[in-house]
């Protein structure tokens, strides 16, 4: 086989290691390394000699590695076998990455369980190319960007796991407002990424979340829409008001099923309310509660009352209950209070 005269890359933008194709060289041959680019001599297995951006003219003081190795003699142009790869230094920036199938996450803010997704992109370039060449290219004549895309896809993915589900146990974040906190997500994300692929000589240049999302059709994000809707209204009436909200429906429809104040109390209806809406929600209680249907039948003597007291819906309670109540400053002129025959609930 012909002696080669000149060697250099002859691959294309998307292939980051090639490999010349001939072994046949000698001193005299020229050897042409292009920006961006490292040539390797590889003499049995072995990484010699390394050769940055420009063209040379091979000789013994040049390659001295390969030299010693090969017995290579001083001067001519003597022949000899080796292997030339160039590796490429660009960086790779349009790399997608999508979880395969939705990570099982506790939002931490409302928690329930739901299947998450997450999409993105990231950056790459070849930042130790000998370690690469060493570490990942073995036997394979020529290594392109898809090639280093899926060898690490899994350390993304794993990294996207691991990392989504610290961060939202650490800042709490729930998965329904992650979409505010995606450059601090993939901050979290990038640091472990970036430790896993140094040790094959790799650089992560950027990694960015395009989304994080619920699945719409999954059942466990319909259920945290509520939860979130749920809350919302809480929030926005306040805990107390939102409380005694809720009781009073439940009081109007106990009314309504029962038709009077002696059936709420057979029917059992637990009023649970929050503590503490004190006097002030006492007087503003009727703008909030919803008027009770009138009893079809005149009330007992004597008369049984309902009370409003620290926002919980109290009694029936007789005269004698309502004078110590009095006395007490628990009932006062603003009070509500409701009986049957009363067509809502009154100061």
Known sequence: MALIDIVQFQGNDREFVWKFPSENLRLGTQLVVKPAQVAFFVHRGKICDEVR?????????????????????FGGDSPFQAEVWFVNLISKLDNKWGTIRPIQLEDPKYGLVVAVRAFGQFGFRISNPRKF???????????????????????????????????FVKEKISVLEAAVHLDALAKHCAEAIQAELARFGVELVNFFFHSINIPDEDASYQRLKVIKEKAAELNVLGRDIYQFDRSMEVLKTAAANEG????????????AVGAGIGQQMAQQAGQFVTKLPEAGTP???????????????????GEAALKQMVAAGTLTATTMVWRAGLAGWQA
């Open 133 to 167: 060449l060493e570490a990942i290219t073995g036997t394979a004549k020529v290594f392109t960007a898809e090639q280093i895309v899926e060898y690490f896809k899994g350390v993304v993915l794993q990294a996207v796991n691991v990392s989504l589900g610290r961060a």
């Open 260 to 271: 009077g104040g002696a059936g709420l109390m057979q029917a059992g209806v637990g009023l």
């Open 53 to 73: 951006e420009g063209t040379i003219t091979l000789s013994t003081g040049n390659i001295p590695l390969l030299t010693s190795l090969t017995s290579l003699p």
């Open 299 to 317: 009330p007992p003597v004597p008369a049984q009352f309902h009370v409003a007291v620290n926002g919980q819906a109290n009694g029936p309670f």
